[in-house]
């Protein structure tokens, strides 16, 4: 791979080519890297998520406490409205 300014050498036309060409490239892998730390952060939040969820349902199954049941049906919108939105993206990354 040459450098811009080796791209700029080889004349108006051409180095403008090159250096397009060269800056769609090295935006589609950084693109690309952007898509995989978000995959994982995604994952990520979505494992917690369900942590949360279960964690809390428990608890409101054991204490029985009007306010610890309203957290464990928060909890699970919570992780449900997550997967939802996650299985939009997933979809439009399978295009």
Do not use: C
């Amino acid at each position: 791979m040459m450098t811009l300014a080796e791209a700029a050498n080889y004349g108006t036309l051409a180095g403008a080519f090159a250096i397009g060409f060269y800056m769609k490239w090295n935006a589609s892998r950084q693109n690309k890297k952007l898509n995989e730390i978000h995959t994982l952060v995604n994952s990520d939040m979505s494992r917690q998520l369900r942590t949360v969820m279960i964690m809390s349902q428990r608890l409101a199954s054991a204490s029985k406490d009007p306010e610890d049941i309203r957290v464990a049906e928060q909890a699970k919108k919570d992780f449900d409205d997550h997967q939802a939105k996650q299985d939009v993206v997933d979809k439009g990354n399978a295009n």
